[in-house]
T-cell receptor, first 111, second 112 residues
Framework: QKEVEQDPGPLSVPEGAIVSLNCTYSNSAFQYFMWYRQYSRKGPELLMYTYSSGNKEDGRFTAQVDKSSKYISLFIRDSQPSDSATYLCAMKNSGYSTLTFGKGTMLLVSP | AAGVIQSPRHLIKEKRETATLKCYPIPRHDTVYWYQQGPGQDPQFLISFYEKMQSDKGSIPDRFSAQQFSDYHSELNMSSLELGDSALYFC???????????FGEGSWLTVV
């Protein structure tokens, strides 16, 4: 079993929809949680960073972490066609460790 | 803001040849990571450096080597290239005290 599980999609939604992207993980030592957006043939772009459990909001994006359930989410409000990309969750267990990624979820937002 | 710079962006090599990728981290970042991403795959960690010393090692083949220089830039050397080495290679950087890791645009390697 992979340490981080993420549904690869694709997830297709109409413009303006609220999108929910999720990851589950098995390593209870993970403390730092990130969401990256990756357009085709481009580098992953850091969207959200959260430490431990809780919520964090930045514009149309909200990240949630539930460590008791080992479950993290990214919500996108008022989705736009430009949000169409692959979204990768990533996590690590300390400031000195490397990232463990999910497989990524492909999101398609249609006009 | 300055980002992670990688070069070259694209390169094509033949089997058994050698390739070198370069990475220039964000200014004041002292930690560099290398990742390999195959088509439709998530990034796989290869190796990382902190203050010019190897700090962690992932699934890096023995045919590959890397180092970090005094100006904090890093190079990934790949020898005896195989068709399966064709992938997108990312460099990422962070500061040791920080927990956010920023990626470059990647170097596309095609082995023919």
């Amino acid at each position: 079993q992979k340490e981080v599980e993420q549904d690869p999609g694709p997830l297709s939604v109409p413009e303006g929809a609220i999108v929910s992207l999720n990851c589950t993980y098995s390593n209870s030592a993970f403390q730092y949680f990130m969401w990256y957006r990756q357009y085709s043939r481009k580098g992953p772009e850091l969207l959200m960073y959260t430490y431990s459990s809780g919520n964090k909001e930045d514009g149309r994006f909200t990240a949630q972490v539930d460590k008791s359930s080992k479950y993290i989410s990214l919500f996108i409000r008022d989705s736009q066609p430009s949000d169409s990309a692959t979204y990768l969750c990533a996590m690590k267990n300390s400031g000195y460790s490397t990232l463990t990624f999910g497989k990524g979820t492909m999101l398609l937002v249609s006009p | 803001a300055a980002g992670v710079i990688q070069s070259p962006r694209h390169l094509i090599k033949e089997k058994r040849e050698t390739a070198t990728l370069k990475c220039y981290p964000i200014p004041r970042h002292d930690t560099v990571y290398w990742y390999q991403q195959g088509p439709g795959q998530d990034p796989q960690f290869l190796i990382s450096f902190y203050e010019k010393m190897q700090s962690d090692k992932g699934s890096i083949p023995d045919r590959f080597s890397a180092q970090q220089f005094s100006d904090y830039h890093s190079e990934l050397n790949m020898s005896s290239l195989e068709l399966g080495d064709s992938a997108l290679y990312f460099c990422a950087s962070s500061s040791r005290a920080g927990n956010t890791i920023y990626f470059g645009e990647g170097s596309w390697l095609t082995v023919v």
